[in-house]
């Protein structure tokens, strides 16, 4: 009777060792604890459905999009752009769908010179650059600047952003 006990336990236990990651995954992802491809933050995905639904189709010069890495061989680049005007300029957003994924491209203008910067959708500053109105684009070296820029940008947008 005590071997009968013993075994029943050994398979209980079996059982909840092997149930644990089961129902782990089953919350995270799927059944097999797989994350699913291709999810947006929340906040990232909101900012991409603002763009898609309220946004313009534009095409953007490639010049100081290829600083970013993003390239068209050569052509411009088609873009859907949310712009919008605050207390010290104009804010723009455009969303880059060129290499199959969701990328965001911020800009504003500073006087005579466009600040430009590359980020994912999970709001991480990926390239800036900046843009003179009568000059070639150049990568801004200045990290520090360049990332309080991109933070003021994304937070002009996140004000703004309907459903937060």
């Given at each position: 009777?005590?071997?009968?006990?013993?075994?029943?336990?050994?398979?209980?236990?079996?059982?909840?060792?092997?149930?644990?990651?089961?129902?782990?995954?089953?919350?995270?992802?799927?059944?097999?604890?797989?994350?699913?491809?291709h999810t947006l933050p929340p906040r990232g995905d909101r900012l991409v459905r603002w763009i898609q639904?309220?946004?313009?189709?534009?095409?953007?010069?490639?010049?100081?999009?290829?600083?970013?890495?993003?390239?068209?061989?050569?052509?411009?680049?088609?873009?859907?752009?949310?712009?919008?005007?605050?207390?010290?300029?104009?804010?723009?957003?455009?969303?880059?769908?060129?290499?199959?994924?969701?990328?965001?491209?911020?800009?504003?203008?500073?006087?005579?010179?466009?600040?430009?910067?590359?980020?994912?959708?999970?709001?991480?500053?990926?390239?800036?650059?900046?843009?003179?109105?009568?000059?070639?684009?150049?990568?801004?070296?200045?990290?520090?600047?360049?990332?309080?820029?991109?933070?003021?940008?994304?937070?002009?947008?996140?004000?703004?952003?309907?459903?937060?």
């Amino acid at each position: 009777m005590s071997a009968f006990v013993s075994s029943r336990r050994t398979l209980l236990s079996a059982a909840a060792i092997l149930a644990v990651p089961l129902a782990t995954g089953a919350c995270s992802g799927d059944l097999f604890g797989r994350q699913p491809r291709h999810t947006l933050p929340p906040r990232g995905d909101r900012l991409v459905r603002w763009i898609q639904v309220d946004g313009k189709d534009n095409m953007m010069a490639p010049e100081a999009l290829a600083f970013m890495g993003i390239t068209n061989e050569g052509r411009d680049i088609p873009v859907r752009q949310l712009a919008e005007d605050g207390s010290d300029g104009r804010y723009v957003v455009s969303l880059i769908n060129i290499r199959k994924i969701h990328e965001f491209v911020f800009h504003r203008r500073q006087r005579d010179v466009l600040i430009l910067h590359q980020s994912d959708t999970k709001f991480a500053r990926l390239a800036s650059v900046r843009y003179p109105r009568n000059g070639k684009p150049t990568p801004i070296t200045d990290t520090a600047f360049a990332e309080s820029d991109f933070q003021q940008q994304i937070g002009f947008w996140f004000s703004r952003m309907p459903g937060r």
